[in-house]
Nanobody
Framework: QVELVQSGGGFAQAGGFLRLSCDAS????????MAWFRQGPGQDREFVAG????????KYTDSVKGRFAISRDNAKNTLYLQINSLQAEDPAMYYC????????????????WGKGTLDTVSS
């Protein structure tokens, strides 16, 4: 069993920034790829960013490229998402997720999820 505990996020002004963290614990038999997803009001959950097991490869959805940065600290088993230049479309529940695989391919499915953190933006 793997547990993903999220922290950070919250409220920020448009143009501001937020930083999300996700601490992984439990039966991590290897260093998995990780990802962030988000779900806005009335919307489906969507992929935001993914990162390979060693941080060497990253992938972003087009709407966040240049503004979001995914990173990880494997010594701490922690995943991060830096959100800069907050925009009106960014408010959502943000979820971290553990991939089913490990490597430079970022197309694995997800098998464990954090409980989500709500990020809101004030214009």
């Amino acid at each position: 069993q793997v547990e993903l505990v999220q922290s950070g996020g919250g409220f920020a002004q448009a143009g501001g920034f937020l930083r999300l963290s996700c601490d992984a614990s439990g039966r991590l038999s290897s260093t998995p790829n990780m990802a962030w997803f988000r779900q806005g009001p009335g919307q489906d959950r969507e992929f935001v960013a993914g990162i390979s097991y060693n941080g060497g490869a990253t992938k972003y959805t087009d709407s966040v490229k240049g503004r979001f940065a995914i990173s990880r600290d494997n010594a701490k088993n922690t995943l991060y998402l830096q959100i800069n230049s907050l925009q009106a479309e960014d408010p959502a529940m943000y979820y971290c997720a553990k991939a089913t695989g490990s490597g430079n391919c970022l197309n694995y499915g997800m098998d464990y999820w954090g409980k989500g953190t709500l990020d809101t933006v004030s214009s």
